[in-house]
Structure formats: C-alpha cells, structure tokens
C-alpha cells in the first residue's frame, strides 16, 4: 500500500511537472504570436501605404500624358 502511495506521488509530481512545463509553453507561444501579429500589422500598414504611393504615382503619370497629349494637339493646331 505504501509502495501504491509512493508511486502515485510521484506520477502526480510527474503530471504536474509537465502540466507547468505546458503552460510555460503556452505563454511562450502566446508571447511569439502577438510579435508576429505586431510585425503582420506594420507590414500591413506599410503594404497600403505602398500602394496609396503608387495610386499617386499612376495618377501623375496620367495626369502628365494627359497634358502632353494637350500640348501635342495644340502645337499641331499652331501649325
């Protein structure tokens, strides 16, 4: 009986052992996921502001064909 007792002590200390070890994991993982999910949102955040940039740029671009297409029609109306 003794024996019965000693051994259940010792697979209880077992289980809790790897019960805080899991935990330990966990709170590790937990602390990985939100630099990750910190680093998603920069990179997001960068991602639009990228592409706010090259609306702009395209809408410059057009906007320069645009007139240089004006300044070619009246230039040949000139002539």
């Known amino acids: 009986m003794d024996k019965e007792a000693c051994d ?3 697979s ?4 809790e052992q790897a019960r805080l ?10 602390r990985q996921f939100k630099t990750v999910e910190a680093q998603r949102s920069k990179l997001g955040q ?4 990228l592409e706010m940039l090259s609306r702009r ?6 906007l320069a064909r645009r007139e240089n297409h ?3 029609q009246t230039v040949i109306h000139q002539q």
């Open 70 to 72: 004006q300044l070619k």
């Open 57 to 62: 740029h395209e809408e410059r671009v057009e």
């Open 12 to 15: 209880l200390r077992d289980v």
């Open 8 to 10: 259940l002590r010792v």
């Open 21 to 30: 070890d899991g935990r330990r994991d966990l709170h590790e993982l937990k």
């Open 46 to 49: 960068e991602v639009s502001d």
